[in-house]
């Protein structure tokens, strides 16, 4: 025979939720200063993270992929010198994605706008808070650089000429984007300059579609890849 369970009285169930509840009243005001200290450097970190971040501006523009080809028109009498436009079959848009972030048109948008050069430094600001997130933000670029240089030296990180390394920036800021049954490439670009964002982005397209219509007129020829 097995011995059946007593049954817990409810004064019993509710006198041992006290002492549990008691037990973490205690553990808490044991470890009192631990548990600020860490609250106040996360939450403390987290603001000074958020006061001198890069600032970030996204760019969108839209491009409708429609391509033609001429054809001879077999009905004309003048065929042998008169052509017309026949409607291309519908581009592949995965194609078209990988060309427009391809290193060949990016490069060109690099040297085009001379992004590997180094603009001006900006003037420092007058006002006090803003002075003080200008001088977080250059210690922190500061301590960035040091980073990147210890690295360079111990050969941990492969250093990148100007030019290489303004093509990879604008190649991880670059995104494309299209919606199902849709020939609408949506394309994005994050950069940190408030101004001349879309300057880019529009020379980026313009590029695009000079490169493809080279492809249009040489189809065998797909030299910019």
Do not use: C
């Not at 973490?24 to 044991?30: A, C, K, P």
């Not at 590997?116 to 977080?136: C, F, M, N, S």
């Not at 980026?204 to 020829?221: A, D, F, T």
């Amino acid at each position: 025979m097995y011995a059946q369970p007593e049954p817990v009285s409810p004064s019993r169930h509710e006198s041992w939720k006290a002492s549990a509840f008691s037990e973490f009243l205690t553990v808490i005001y044991r470890y009192r200063w631990l548990i600020v200290s860490t609250f106040l450097a996360t939450f403390l970190s987290t603001a000074v993270w958020l006061f001198i971040r890069q600032d970030s501006y996204e760019t969108t523009t839209k491009v409708l992929v429609r391509f033609s080809r001429e054809s001879f028109n077999p009905r004309s009498e003048s065929s042998s010198s008169v052509a017309r436009m026949l409607p291309a079959p519908k581009p592949d848009l995965p194609t078209e994605i990988d060309l427009i972030g391809s290193y060949a048109i990016i490069s060109q948008l690099v040297d085009r706008l001379h992004l590997d050069q180094p603009g001006p430094p900006k003037p420092a600001p007058t006002r006090i808070v803003p002075r003080i997130r200008y001088e977080l933000r250059r210690a922190s670029n500061w301590l960035n650089e040091l980073g990147d240089e210890i690295q360079y030296s111990l050969a941990v990180k492969e250093r990148l000429a100007l030019r290489e390394k303004a093509i990879v920036e604008v190649s991880e800021s670059l995104s494309v984007e299209t919606s199902k049954d849709s020939s609408v490439m949506s394309i994005k670009l994050k950069t940190k300059f408030k101004e001349g964002a879309s300057v880019i982005l529009n020379t980026l397209v313009e590029i695009y579609s000079e490169q493809r219509m080279k492809v249009e007129l040489n189809p065998g020829k797909m030299e910019f890849l």
